[in-house]
């Protein structure tokens, strides 16, 4: 793996770990720490392209079982339904509104897995405990 691949991949499993924490949060931290500017979207979004350029970049660094419960977790992201992202009716670029689709059911299921990774995804730039 180059140098410049290996860093994007670092740099991309960063951003993966910090993205898996808030989905992992309760809905109001998830509002609080991603704003009210259509944040289940972008949370979505950006978890979705996150595991896509690990995955795409790992070149074996990740063992066969995680990345299944990456492609999972990814699964589970695509299979949101739009009441939990853009629920008709809410302005989503209110706090109020946000928070009505990160209540969603189809957001719980999200948030176990979320948590269940962050036990194997670990930040490569964290500094040791």
Not at 20 to 29: F, I, K, N, R, T
Not at 95 to 118: D, M, N
Request: proline letters at 6%; charged letters at 25%.
């Amino acid at each position: 793996m180059s140098d410049d691949t290996n860093d994007d991949y670092l740099n991309y499993l960063s951003q993966l770990r910090k993205t898996l924490e808030v989905a992992s949060a309760d809905p109001v931290e998830q509002c609080e720490i991603m704003g009210s500017y259509n944040a289940p979207w972008e949370l979505k979004t950006d978890a979705g392209d996150f595991i896509g350029s690990v995955l795409s970049l790992q070149r074996g660094q990740l063992n066969a079982a995680t990345v299944d419960r990456l492609t999972e977790f990814k699964r589970l992201l695509q299979d949101l339904p739009d009441a939990a992202v853009i629920p008709e009716g809410e302005s989503m670029t209110t706090f109020a509104g946000c928070l009505v689709a990160f209540k969603h059911p189809s957001w719980v299921p999200v948030r176990q897995s979320a948590s269940e990774l962050l036990s194997i995804v670990s930040d490569p730039f964290a500094e040791p405990r």
